[in-house]
């Protein structure tokens, strides 16, 4: 049973595209969050949301929007996909207050040609 | 602000050395502090990490780290390197409370020779 999965695993698409990427966690964790990891293995947060509301918005281009459509599950859509988005999309789930540990999904890495 | 500062980004041992990986944080607050483990093309699994109880602190796989507050350290070790160890490794700082932000240091690939 994975814990923290998400789809695709690999995307591979032009600039000016929208792509969207899906996570889903069977955990019952209340916190979700989207990490980018870039070519130098850097990684940062993006968004948390917690019970389905955003908690977390870092310094992040709006053209990225996660939306959260029950508190399993956290997608990240990418409009108009530029040459930098090209990184390894990581999501995470934690149970929130408490342990605070947080649980890495297998990524998804996106290539923008 | 909170930050990770790794110190070496490449480390080379042996077969069978000590493995000590260097983490340095920086926090107003008494932190929370992580380390994770990246095995190729693959996400992050927690090795080990500290919330304020005991400051020696044992993970998976025989790594363990101990919080010294004087040195501002959470340095990871093992005692014996095995060829399964090659991976990046990554500390992490977390304030905790409402938003759990985990703030990663640049991260240190751990090359294991036979």
């Known amino acids: 049973d994975t814990a923290v999965s998400q789809t695709p695993k690999y995307l591979v698409t032009q600039m000016g595209n929208d792509k969207s990427i899906k996570c889903e966690q069977n955990l019952g964790h209340d916190t979700m969050y989207w990490y980018k990891q870039d070519s130098k293995k850097f990684l940062k947060i993006m968004f948390s949301?917690?019970?389905?509301?955003?908690?977390i918005n870092e310094t992040v281009p709006n053209r990225f929007s996660p939306k959260s459509p029950d508190k399993a599950h956290l997608n990240l859509h990418i409009n108009s996909l530029e040459l930098g988005d090209s990184a390894v999309y990581f999501c995470?789930?934690?149970?929130?207050?408490?342990?605070?540990?947080?649980?890495f999904g297998p990524g998804t890495r996106l290539t923008v040609t | 602000a909170q930050s990770v500062t790794q110190l070496g980004s490449h480390v080379s041992v042996s077969e069978g050395a000590l493995v000590l990986l260097r983490c340095n944080y920086s926090?107003?607050?008494?932190?929370?502090l992580f380390w994770y483990v990246q095995y190729p093309n693959q996400g992050l699994q927690l090795l080990l990490k500290y919330t304020s109880a005991a400051t020696l602190v044992k993970g998976i796989n025989g790594f363990e780290a101990e919080f010294k507050k004087s040195e501002t350290s959470f340095h990871l070790t093992k005692p014996s390197a095995h060829m399964s160890d090659a991976a990046e490794y990554f500390c992490a700082v977390m304030r905790g409370g409402a938003t759990n932000k985990l703030i990663f240091g640049t991260g240190t690939l751990l090359a294991v020779q036979p």
């Open positions: 995470a789930s934690s149970q929130g207050s408490g342990s605070y540990e947080q649980y």
């Open positions: 926090s107003s607050v008494p932190p929370y």
């Open positions: 949301y917690n019970n389905k509301e955003l908690i």
